[in-house]
């Protein structure tokens, strides 16, 4: 399978300190053609910077994940915000990201503080005209009334809602990212989702290294393993894996404006 674009990965993260470098040169044997590296955190944002610089075929954007919109909220600044909008000056900075909510665990962020912080990003991608990618656990009223409220373009990534939420996301103008948990004999509600996605929507992605697909599940997940999600995918849709490949790659290059 060739023509592959990783629309979601955090190459990064401390998971690929050892073999980083030729993990990401081997990629091309695997049909990956492109890589967008996700800022998450301040010290990713930077990082992701620094791998697009590196490599020809990697893209990065600028994010503060809910995880850490406390921290950023306790500097009582919006200096943050000034930070990204310069970061996303960069010409291979392509969207603003990931950013959202996540009620998954009680000692997360304050969910008042993480709706501050979102809504403070969602404002920023309005104004500088760039799509976002949507972080959303466990928290999809919240995040779909914000989408409604601000109707940003970009991605709902690692999609977890149901197939009517889905529906209504791409009513918004919405792209929808399925990662590794399509391949898993439980997903069900993943499945459903993904079957109401029309094609000139829908993007791959591994989030690695997170969420790898079966028969790597628990291991650590890749870009090259995206041909497992490109199959499930088109056998869901009823189409060819390469033209499911050929569509997705499409689909990520005109959301990102690549």
């Known amino acids: 399978m060739q023509n592959i674009f990783d629309s979601h990965a955090h190459y990064d993260d401390p998971r690929f300190d050892e073999d980083r470098d030729a993990l990401l040169l081997s990629l091309a044997d695997h049909g990956v053609r492109r890589v967008m590296n996700?800022?998450?955190?301040?010290?990713?944002?930077?990082?992701?910077?620094?791998?697009?610089?590196?490599?020809?075929?990697?893209?990065?954007?600028?994010?503060?994940?809910?995880?850490?919109?406390?921290?950023?909220?306790?500097?009582?600044?919006?200096?943050?915000?000034?930070?990204?909008?310069?970061?996303?000056?960069?010409?291979?900075?392509?969207?603003?990201?990931?950013?959202?909510?996540?009620?998954?665990?009680?000692?997360?962020?304050?969910?008042?503080?993480?709706?501050?912080?979102?809504?403070?990003?969602?404002?920023?991608?309005?104004?500088?005209?760039?799509?976002?990618?949507?972080?959303d656990r466990d928290a999809h009223q919240d995040t779909l009334d914000l989408l409604k409220k601000y109707r940003p373009r970009g991605i709902m990534h690692c999609f977890s809602g149901s197939a009517e939420l889905a529906r209504e996301v791409v009513k918004l103008g919405m792209y929808v990212g399925f990662t590794g948990v399509i391949t898993f004999k439980n997903a069900r509600r993943a499945v459903e989702a993904a079957a109401q996605v029309p094609l000139d929507r829908l993007l791959v992605e591994t989030d690695c290294p997170y969420m790898a697909p079966e028969p790597y599940r628990g291991k650590r997940c890749d870009s090259s393993m995206l041909d497992r999600m490109v199959t499930r995918l088109a056998g869901i849709h009823g189409i060819d894996p390469q033209a499911m490949a050929d569509q997705t790659f499409e689909n990520a290059c005109r959301v990102y404006d690549i």
């Open 38 to 135: 996700v800022g998450n955190t301040t010290q990713a944002n930077e990082a992701g910077l620094a791998l697009a610089d590196r490599y020809d075929f990697v893209y990065c954007s600028i994010g503060i994940h809910p995880d850490q919109s406390a921290q950023i909220a306790a500097q009582h600044s919006r200096d943050y915000l000034d930070v990204m909008a310069r970061q996303l000056a960069h010409p291979k900075a392509r969207a603003l990201g990931e950013i959202g909510l996540d009620y998954y665990y009680d000692d997360n962020a304050p969910r008042d503080i993480q709706r501050q912080i979102f809504e403070e990003q969602l404002a920023l991608a309005k104004d500088l005209d760039v799509p976002v990618i949507i972080h």
